[in-house]
């Protein structure tokens, strides 16, 4: 087997490389070895990677188990809840692009032969995935897991999704101050990623979905010690990857993404896949179409409806069979491909052939769905020429159809600002704009407006639309990743107050109810903004980026 390592451990020429080895304490019978890279995402400031340390540790002895020599190295990571509601969040879905980039460079240029990629949150999972594509080599993903489910004193089950809503509560005058910190002590009881279906979890399911990740990689919560058990074992299966030359592309191919976006649709996963699935996509050289998605949302009924959109969480996903049996749900169905090659070295249909679902309530049978439609729909019209997305599975029977008066805001400041003082009524349709990947720029996630709206008892009659995003904590008719955005010249940016705007979720279409002549005249006038931010990475990324419809990417110069 040659090894791309010897670029940097054999022969006399590549002395030097090997005498910086000798400095780090390797042995030459571990320089003659694969050498391994483990990139962990570990910090002290997201409760989901404060964990990851002991994966690393697990997953550099399986690493040693198998043969090779495992070598760590660092990747960023931010904690979206804690950037929510302020400038931070500007920096969230910029960072996908910065852990992408930065474990490319680590990678090339130490020669690794093999990796293992220890994400866990929001940007991290998707991050490394598109660095996996890019530098191609054998590579299996570790997770850190999620977060248990909190109690209440009274048993509640809760999580940080209701933690978000009670601070609406507070401001309808319907939470006590003392209320609102009883969530604060109690809703995230745990390591790992916040307990529901959010983006996190969501990209982690995925990531077993698509064949990059072992049974229970999504599922397996944080504190147990399972998950150390599973990553030994990633660690030992790189090097039979390694053995076998099992590459991220083999793996990562069209049918493996159409997979991916079916089981996304059963399991009701973030809107935020919406982005990550098509980035990912890109840099396998694949193209997923936004058009499509409706398809697969068309044949895949919803199974799961995990927090925000239900009452049950990631650890009763994991008891009731995992990831693999909602995929023995599809398969069985046929809506899945069953002989594609994963990264256990088998197919997808040898992977599930064991699958059970153990609880039907939980994961609900093909024949007994929760929707026979999919989690996921994405409306098209005047107003989203390109497509906009809505988690369907979340949003209220009464909401499905609504059409309203637009209540118009050019940040999420001045929104939240008039949902907190009690200004938005039964029936209107909140509008935020210029918070795109470009006009944001950075695209922040809106769950601080869109859980005002429901703590505050109006998610059963308001929705929202924006060009920003939402957090998979967000439930309700909360409309985001509208194309083009408003500082690309998208219609959202000529709404005015008051204007009628339509949405049919059913039908996959969404209006802004205005004659075309007095549109036209709206678009002669309009003026782009000025750039919220001229300096910095944020002013480099929104020159860059490209729109929502196409995972927000960076264009190549």
Not at 35 to 44: H, M, P, T, W
Request: hydrophobic fraction near 40%; aromatic fraction near 4%; charge should be negative.
């Amino acid at each position: 087997m040659a090894l791309k390592s010897a670029n940097v451990t054999q022969g006399v020429d590549r002395a030097p490389n090997r005498s910086l080895f000798a400095a780090l304490g390797l042995t030459e019978e571990e320089m003659n070895r694969p050498l391994v890279g483990v990139v962990c995402s570990q910090n002290e400031i997201v409760p989901g990677h404060m964990n990851l340390d002991k994966i690393a540790e697990a997953v550099k002895a399986g690493v040693r188990l198998a043969g090779g020599t495992p070598i760590e190295f660092p990747a960023i990571a931010v904690c979206d809840g804690i950037a929510m509601g302020h400038v931070g969040m500007k920096y969230s879905l910029v960072t996908r692009d910065l852990i992408a980039d930065s474990t490319e460079c680590m990678a090339i240029a130490h020669q690794f032969d093999a990796l293992v990629m220890i994400p866990n949150c929001d940007k991290n999972v998707p991050g490394l995935l598109m660095a996996a594509a890019r530098i191609n080599v054998p590579t299996i993903f570790v997770s850190g897991g999620p977060m248990l489910a909190g109690h209440l004193e009274n048993g509640k089950r809760t999580c940080l999704s209701d933690m978000f809503e009670a601070v609406g509560a507070y401001h309808a005058g319907t939470l006590d101050e003392a209320g609102v910190e009883e969530y604060v002590m109690n809703c995230c009881p745990s390591c790992g990623s916040c307990s529901g279906m959010y983006t996190a979890n969501s990209m982690n399911c995925l990531t077993e979905a698509i064949g990059m990740g072992l049974r229970g990689n999504g599922t397996i919560p944080a504190p147990y010690s399972a998950r150390i058990r599973l990553a030994k074992e990633a660690g030992m299966q790189v090097m039979e990857l390694l053995r076998q030359n099992i590459r991220p592309r083999d793996i990562m191919t069209a049918d493996a993404f159409n997979n991916a976006e079916i089981v996304d649709m059963a399991l009701g996963c973030s809107t935020n896949t919406m982005l990550h699935l098509p980035a990912i996509a890109h840099e396998c050289g694949i193209d997923i179409d936004l058009h499509h998605v409706n398809e697969f949302n068309a044949k895949t009924p919803n199974l799961c409806h995990l927090a925000p959109a239900g009452p049950t969480f990631m650890e009763d996903l994991e008891r009731a069979g995992g990831v693999y049996a909602v995929m023995k749900e599809l398969a069985d169905a046929g809506l899945i491909k069953t002989d594609l090659l994963t990264c256990t070295g088998k197919t997808v249909g040898e992977n599930i052939a064991d699958a059970v679902n153990l609880d039907p309530e939980i994961i609900r049978p093909i024949d007994n769905p929760y929707l026979s439609t999919g989690g996921i729909a994405v409306l098209f019209g005047n107003l989203a020429e390109k497509g906009c997305v809505v988690k369907q599975s979340a949003v209220a029977p009464e909401m499905m159809r609504h059409s309203g008066p637009a209540r118009v805001f050019n940040s999420e400041e001045e929104a939240i600002q008039v949902i907190y003082a009690g200004g938005i009524h039964p029936g209107d349709v909140v509008v935020i704009r210029y918070e795109g990947p470009k006009g944001g720029p950075g695209m922040r996630e809106m769950l601080n407006p869109t859980s005002a709206i429901c703590g505050m008892g109006l998610g059963e009659s308001v929705a929202l639309i924006t060009d920003g995003r939402f957090s998979g904590a967000t439930r309700g008719a909360s409309i985001g990743h509208v194309s083009p955005e408003a500082a690309a010249g998208g219609m959202i940016g000529l709404v005015e107050e008051g204007d009628i705007i339509s949405i049919d979720i059913p039908a996959h279409t969404i209006s802004l109810d205005v004659p075309d002549d007095v549109l036209a005249a709206r678009k002669a006038a309009w003026v782009c903004p000025e750039p919220k931010v001229k300096t910095g990475y944020l002013a480099r990324y929104a020159s860059l980026v490209t729109s929502a419809d196409k995972g927000a990417v960076l264009r190549m110069l």
